[in-house]
Structure formats: C-alpha cells, structure tokens
C-alpha cells in the first residue's frame, strides 16, 4: 500500500538481481557489485543488516546514502504512511526503492531481508535474474522448522521466465527448489550441473560448460568464499544485455570488500592489546552452518591455539554454532551484546560451549575477554570475535 501511495517505485528501477538465501548473500552481493563496478557499470545496492551505521544498507549508483537524503526519504515515507501499521524493515525497504527510482543506474542488487517469499523486496515483479544462496536452518520461528519449509520460503522470489541461479544445496534442497522452479516456469541454473567452482593453489577454477576461467584468489578470506566468488561469476555470466570480461571479473574478485566475515582486525584498541605475534579476528557468522564454515577455515590456523570470544542473540542455536568447532576450540568467553536487550547471557554462552567440553567463561565484554585470554596464555594465539553481526557492528565502530 505504501509503494501504491508513493507512485510505485518498485516498478521503475533498473535491472534488478534479486539475492535469497541463508548465508552467504551479502558476500555474493559484494563480488558481484565489485565484477560489476569493474566492468564499468553504475550499481545500486540494497543489503540487511548494516553493522555500524543504517547508511550501509543502501549504496545509490555505487556511494553509501548521505545521511541529509536518506533522512528526507524516510520523513517522506513516514508522512506518505500517515502512521498505517508497518514495519521498520517495509519502511526502510520503501525509502530504498524510491532513492533508486530517482537516481540513474544500470543495475540493482537487492538483497532479501528474511525469507523471500512474503518479503518486502519480494514487491519487484520482473527481475533480470534471482539468485539464491545455500540455505540452511535459521530464522525458524518465521520461517518454518524443516529445511523444506525454509527452502520454500526462499524459493518464494523465483519468477516465471526469470532465471534463478543456485548455489549447491542439501539433496533435500535441491529436490525442492527444482520443484518450486518447474512450478514458478523459472529456469535453474545450478551448481554442480550448469557450473562449477574449485579451488586451486593461486586462485579458483570457474567451468560453466562453455568457458573456463582460471582467476585469482578471492579478497575475502575463507574456502567458503570460493563458492561465493564462483556464484558471482554465474550471476555475471547470464546478465543479459552486461558486457562483462575476464578482467573484469578477475579485478572484481581481488577488489572485493564485505566487513566482519573472516575480517582481520589489525589496528584499534582492541588489537592494540594483543602481544607481538598474535592476531585478531572478527566474523558474523551466527548459525550452524556458519559455524561449519568457521571450523573449515580454522582447520588451517593448527600453527597456534585458537580462542573465541562469542555473543549471540536469543533465538539463536549457539550448540549448533559450536559444534563443528569444538574440536579446534582451545577455549571460549562468552560476553553478552552491548546494548542489546536481546542478548543471550554470557553466562548461557558459556554454558552452550561447556556442554560441548569446551574451557569456557562468562565475561562482560571483548576487551575484558581479550585480556583474560591473553593473560591466561604465554604463547602467541589467534582470537576470533563471532556470534553476532550485532557484536559484530559494535567492534567495527572503534576497530575498523
């Protein structure tokens, strides 16, 4: 009712990638928005949650939202409303869509916020291209409780004719969401039957049938990160009408930036309390299936001992999080959210880890979780920030 109200700007934006999944959607975003830029492309981009500041959340033609605009948009929103029931997501989503409608660009990627299916950004009926992600349990109690319910869910921004490019999937998944595109008449371009992504000692490996592409590693640390670079890639391929090259695609994937996902923090306070040969990491990570991609990654730090420093929010799965890394662990401090009512206690954090037979501890903040750590232990070690993208925001803020 409020796009009807404010002239339909949904209906007037240029090519539109649409992004659904559980993970991995912004990493995806920012490889593409980086091919993109190197190809010489002007690029709105609309991702959830911001870390430090909202104005993170919407990018207009390829530069962040000026505090002056984004403030005019949302008084115009709110006044266009006139207090109607809506929430902070809808509204914000609106404010979005009509800064895109208003300033030139040749293409929008869009992030979903939840879901896909009744989501806000779900509003546009005709995008070049949808993509989703893989996808795994999180967010259930608006989603659904069966991988199958979740996959449904995402599966909802599929449109007839439109193609829908997928990461790899549980086989579960994967059985669903060829159903639900046969159902929607959206062509599936898949991983692991349309193209392929592997890794290799100086980059990736990207094979489409067609093309094979050999490229540089990725500027986003993890091995996950090689199947977001290569998702990407597939995106890019099949955007009709985009002359994008090789070079391109590979000054993309070198120029990449997307904060607190396998971040090192080398600068600011925080860092600053670490002892020659330490290092300092932060990742927002906070399901399962983040906490097995963790575990993937910090497989390969076995040079020295690895400590976590975790806060989550309620609602959260921290055994599930853990649990592919209780075997490289050497010890955890749990800490609750600065500010955030809806925090799990660091003491709940604590006990999650203990009930894996994690060394764990209730502490009251990163700083003072970092100096225990490091009191605690003589030899140089790693430390890794995670649980939370709200943890997560607030450790930029000073140690970005």
Partial sequence: MLLDDLGRPHDNLPPVVHVAG??????????????????????????????????????????????????????????????RPITFFEITTAAAMLAFARTPADVLLLETGLGGRLDATNTVKKPLLTAITPVSMDHQSFLGNTIEEIVGEKAGIMK????????????????????????????????????????????LTYNSGETVRDLPVPALAGKHQIRNAGHAIAIAERMEGFDISDAAIAKGLSTARWPARLQHLTAGPLAELLPEGW?????????PAAGKVLADHTRGWRDQPLHLVMAMMTGKDPIGFLKPMESVVSSLHGIPIPGEAASLSAEKAALAAQYLGIDATAGETVETAIRAIVENNDAPARILICGSLYLAGHVLRDNA
């Fill in 160 to 203: 007839a004719g439109v193609p829908c490019v997928v990461a790899a999937q549980t086989r579960m998944g994967k059985r669903i969401l060829a159903a639900r595109a046969q159902a929607a008449g959206a062509p599936l371009v898949a991983e692991g039957q349309d193209w392929f992504v592997l890794s290799r000692a100086s980059g």
């Fill in 22 to 83: 559980t993970n991995g959607k912004g990493s995806v975003i920012a490889f593409l928005r980086a091919i993109l830029e190197a190809a010489g492309y002007r690029v709105h981009v609309f991702t959830s949650p911001h870390l430090v500041r909202f104005n993170e959340r919407i990018h207009v033609a390829g530069k962040e939202i000026s505090d002056d605009a984004l403030c005019a948009l949302l008084e115009e929103c709110e006044a266009i409303n006139a207090g």
């Fill in 279 to 287: 290092e300092l990491w932060l990742d927002g990570g906070h399901n």
